[in-house]
């Protein structure tokens, strides 16, 4: 058999996707790649294929119901961090799961989040306006931004950010650790949030978390596994993949055109205004 790319594709620039993932959404896709971690695994990128996959019973997300849970399973990661999480389950486990997060995260819901993300994300703009150029988007308001409105919707203190996202960063990117290494470092996190909720046991709290050990006290329909395990999947995936759009979305914005040309340097200075992202609608 020839010999396989291997995915993720590799890019030249940090902030441009590989144009080799414009080439698999040609007539040859899906493409057939080697992850960096376990088996060759489909890679599927055209619109229809992915509502297809997506959305099709014959596909599913659980290793186990789909008898392949002792193979080594196509990863970007050194261990499975998928493992016992929502994302690597099926009905009818997943939609039990998910009920318990369900009504914070209807629309209605999320709105009325939006004072108080506009109030975060205007103090974050003033700060960086303040303390002047150059300013590093990603560390004072890209990641700054969901990492303070996940922890205030869970309840977890921002003092304690730094250990969040360096537990996520392993997470996402093991950066060398071994599997041994990546593991402990869920364990840690798991112990922390489990710790987190064993507090709300005595002392209730309105928010996420406290909601989540009410219900399980209230119902015992959710373990403590999968609620540990819940609320840690929601800090990481709720602020890594904002964290790192926000940035990836300013440069679209100020890139010229559709050259592909690296954005120009900015031609305004900064000035004590609120920033647009911040309060439009
Ligand atoms: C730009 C921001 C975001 C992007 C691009 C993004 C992307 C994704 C994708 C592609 C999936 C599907 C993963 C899979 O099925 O393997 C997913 C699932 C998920 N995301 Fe996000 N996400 C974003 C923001 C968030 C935020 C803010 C939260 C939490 C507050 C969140 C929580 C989740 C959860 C819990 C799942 C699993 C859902 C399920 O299994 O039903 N995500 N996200």
Redesign the pocket.
Known sequence: MPELPAFPFPTDHALRPSPRLGDARGDRAPVLVQPAYGAPAWLVTRHADARHVLSSPAFG?DPRRAGIADEDIARITPVDI?VQT??S?DPPD?TRV?RF?FHT?TPRRIERLRPSTERIADALVDAMVEQGPPADLFESFGLAL?IQV?CD?LGVPTADRSRFTAWTDILIDAGGLSPDEVLASIDEMNDYLADQADRRVQNPTDDLIGALVRARVEGDRLSRDEMVNLIR??LA???E??AS?IPNFVFLLLRTGDTGSSPPAPSWSPRPSRSSCATSR
């Open positions: 997300r998928t929502m994302v389950t997943h998910r997060v995260f969901p996940i919707l999947t929601l995936a709720g602020h993949t904002t759009q």
